[in-house]
Nanobody
């Protein structure tokens, strides 16, 4: 059974940093590109960062230069380092394969950027 568990969210002031983690089942992690997505109330979930299985990264324009996605294949974990956070980064953050597979969505982790 595939499981994705996100952690690391919280409340942070504008300009602050957070590091999100996503632990993935080994059966899906090693051969798949992984992505971080985010969703705010009333809006669609959107991808913010992608890392293929062999490396290389892509970012949404809104987070480019501030967020860094990385993966540790030995630990089946993908990370999202978020710096210079802005109030508009407030959302529930999820990880999934890229493209996302509907049945893999976890509960996500809430990130709130507010003073």
């Amino acid at each position: 059974q595939v499981q994705l568990v996100e952690s690391g969210g919280g409340l942070v002031q504008p300009g602050g940093s957070l590091r999100l983690s996503c632990a993935a089942s080994g059966s899906i992690f090693s051969r798949n590109a992984m992505g971080w997505y985010r969703q705010t109330p009333g809006k669609q979930r959107v991808v913010v960062a992608v890392i293929p299985s062999g490396g290389g990264t892509r970012y949404a324009d809104s987070v480019k230069g501030r967020f860094t996605i990385s993966r540790d294949n030995a630990k089946n974990t993908v990370y999202l380092q978020m710096n210079s956070l802005k109030p508009e980064d407030t959302a529930v953050y999820y990880c999934n394969t890229y493209p996302a597979i509907t049945t893999y969505w976890g509960q996500g982790t809430q990130v709130t950027v507010s003073s």
